[in-house]
């Protein structure tokens, strides 16, 4: 257990719904990632925040996908109008960051998307 | 653009011989190096990272990696392989201020008794 929970674990859907899902990173930790892994590859930058301002975001991350960290803790991603190009494992990490200083993140269990 | 290979899909070693999981990178400027490693209905867990400073970095469970910046490796090593060190391993580099990580594909590492 690395400290970062996500919930659900597991959401299966039907194409069309709208998701969203949830992060509690470690608690003295700034910034907040979100990845997405399809089977077979390695996780994708989806988006981050540093406290709660979200200061990059992928191409990947279409009109219909939307994350927040309204007080710099934890963090909702929500997919709308959910395709079956949305299935895939959503993974959340956190860690220390700033002042020109690289940290290790730490990664929550995942949520696995499944769109019918 | 900058990107991470691991060209090994799998990797497959008997149980006390020393293993290698290979990593290469292509980047501009210098990259912070990240080792991670992936069991079955699992997260990810940190292993080991190069920053700066000694190119060989030593983490968790007794693996080690070695930085090599003329052939823009960082290959994954431990001397002696367990059958609980069968996973998927991902070696990732983080490029910017940002922090965000850009993954290799993954080697799945099967230790065999």
């Known amino acids: 257990d690395t400290g970062v929970s996500q919930d659900p674990r597991h959401k299966i859907t039907k194409r069309g719904q709208n998701v969203t899902f949830r992060c509690d990173p470690i608690?003295?930790?700034?910034?907040l990632y979100w990845y997405r892994q399809t089977l077979g590859q390695g996780p994708e930058f989806l988006t981050y925040?540093?406290?709660?301002?979200?200061?990059?975001k992928s191409r990947l991350l279409s009109d219909r996908f939307s994350a927040e960290r309204p007080k710099g803790s934890f963090s909702t991603l929500e997919i709308q109008r959910t395709e079956q190009g949305d299935s895939a494992m959503y993974l959340c990490?956190?860690?220390?960051?700033?002042?020109?200083?690289?940290?290790?993140?730490?990664f929550g269990p995942g949520t696995r998307l499944t769109v019918t | 653009a900058q990107s991470v290979a691991q060209p090994e899909d799998q990797v497959n070693v008997a149980e006390g011989n020393p293993l290698t999981v290979k990593c290469t990178y292509s980047?501009?400027?210098?990259?912070?190096l990240f080792w991670y490693v992936q069991y079955p209905n699992r997260g990810l867990q940190f292993l080991l990272k190069y920053i700066t400073g000694d190119n060989l970095v030593k983490g968790s469970y007794g693996f080690e990696a070695e930085f090599n910046k003329s052939q823009t490796s960082f290959h994954l090593k431990k001397p002696s392989a367990l059958v609980s060190d069968s996973a998927l391993y991902f070696c990732a580099a983080a490029f910017s201020n940002t922090g965000k990580l850009i993954f290799g594909q993954g080697t799945t590492l099967q230790v065999k008794p």
């Open positions: 990490a956190s860690s220390l960051g700033g002042g020109g200083a690289f940290y290790e993140q730490y």
């Open positions: 608690s003295e930790h700034n910034r």
């Open positions: 925040f540093q406290n709660e301002a979200q200061l990059e």
């Open positions: 980047v501009s400027g210098n990259p912070y």
